[in-house]
């Protein structure tokens, strides 16, 4: 008996989650599922952000609290995230190049800090700082896949339309068909940005490929060594780090056919000013600059371009002019910015 009232109650409780159930109506249960459905992707992609930050993340030898909020990780020279790239497996890292451009010989390094470090923090001996990615960072990208990677098209001055929100003030060497690096002094302002995503950046692009093929490489900072053929990156006479030559097709060949100098601003109302937010023809004290512009020869010399194009796809809301001046120390220079668009 006791047996029997036992499968009697089973069955009840059966029957009644049925009831239940049968009681949701179409869409109740279509809004239940998608929800299910939801918390499952947002669970399986907190997984994937978890296991990205474990890559990228290497073991620190020390770590510094930075006064702005970043985490910086003092990472051993040998541990960092570039030799995950698999073409940098057995790489022998350079320390020094092994020859520079005529006309930088005897530059002296200059001090710079960074935020970080400007309370006199440093990393210690043979290791490099890199800032702690954060899982907040990795959430504000389409996909994980995508995180820290550039869309074809995207982020470069010759390639981009005026819709996919990348927008330009440009200068580009017209007059040289190789370029083996390049040279200029970059003034910095506090860019004003309108709105979460948007940026706005002054930089060089360094080129060579083609998008259309899509082998297209670029580099946006940088000067070749020709003996090692490594792309090299100097800050104020300072050697930050290098571009292995083995990562690149074109580029590993030592020329670049494109070298660009000027300011872009992701704004897709095109509202982000550019720079200091003054157009060029405001001038010293007003716009942002680039001046001292130089290329580096297959003489292995630093010179002024021959030749300098400009590009502004919206020239009332970005735009960019050059000049040169044989008399002063600011040679071949260019202004650009702009207030963005009403």
């Known amino acids: 008996m006791a047996g029997g009232a036992w499968l009697q109650l089973q069955v009840a409780l059966l029957l009644l989650v049925a009831l239940i159930f049968s009681t949701l109506s179409p869409s109740e249960a279509e809004a239940e599922a998608e929800a299910a459905a939801a918390t499952s992707t947002n669970l399986r992609?907190?997984?994937?952000?978890?296991?990205?930050?474990?890559?990228?993340?290497?073991?620190?030898?020390?770590?510094?609290?930075?006064?702005?909020?970043?985490?910086?990780?003092?990472?051993?020279?040998?541990?960092?995230?570039?030799?995950?790239?698999?073409?940098?497996?057995?790489?022998?890292?350079?320390?020094?190049?092994?020859?520079?451009?005529?006309?930088?010989?005897?530059?002296?390094?200059?001090?710079?800090?960074?935020?970080?470090?400007?309370?006199?923090?440093?990393?210690?001996?043979?290791?490099?700082?890199?800032?702690?990615?954060?899982?907040?960072?990795?959430?504000?990208?389409?996909?994980?896949?995508?995180?820290?990677?550039?869309t074809h098209g995207s982020h470069h001055p010759r390639l981009a339309g005026v819709t996919d929100g990348h927008h330009y003030g440009v200068a580009s060497a017209t007059g040289d068909a190789n370029y083996y690096g390049t040279k200029a002094t970059i003034n910095l302002w506090q860019p004003t940005i309108a709105t979460s995503g948007d940026f706005s950046l002054a930089q060089l692009w360094i080129s060579a490929g083609s998008y259309q093929n899509k082998d297209l490489n670029t580099i946006e900072a940088g000067w070749q060594d020709l003996a090692g053929g490594n792309w090299w990156l100097q800050v104020q006479g300072k050697y930050v780090g290098y571009w292995p030559s083995s990562i690149f097709t074109h580029l590993q060949t030592g020329v670049a056919d494109t070298v660009e100098w000027g300011g872009e601003v992701n704004s897709p109302r095109s509202t982000t000013p550019m720079g200091s937010g003054h157009f060029p023809k405001e001038g010293f004290g007003?716009?942002?600059?680039?001046?001292?512009?130089?290329?580096?020869?297959?003489?292995?010399?630093?010179?002024?371009?021959?030749?300098?194009?400009?590009?502004?796809p919206l020239p009332n809301c970005y735009s960019v002019m050059t000049g040169s001046?044989?008399?002063?120390?600011?040679?071949?220079?260019?202004?650009y910015g702009g207030s963005g668009c009403p």
């Open 286 to 312: 007003k716009a942002s600059y680039s001046k001292a512009i130089q290329v580096v020869d297959s003489s292995n010399n630093l010179k002024s371009p021959n030749g300098v194009s400009l590009i502004a």
């Open 45 to 150: 992609r907190r997984q994937e952000v978890q296991s990205l930050l474990k890559r990228l993340n290497k073991p620190p030898l020390a770590t510094i609290q930075s006064p702005d909020g970043d985490i910086i990780d003092c990472v051993h020279i040998s541990k960092q995230p570039a030799f995950d790239h698999p073409l940098l497996k057995n790489h022998t890292i350079q320390m020094r190049p092994s020859i520079q451009p005529s006309g930088m010989y005897g530059e002296a390094a200059r001090p710079f800090t960074q935020t970080w470090n400007q309370n006199g923090e440093k990393c210690p001996d043979n290791t490099i700082p890199i800032r702690r990615t954060k899982e907040e960072d990795v959430m504000r990208a389409t996909s994980v896949a995508t995180f820290g990677k550039k």
């Open 325 to 335: 001046s044989s008399t002063t120390s600011w040679g071949t220079y260019i202004y």
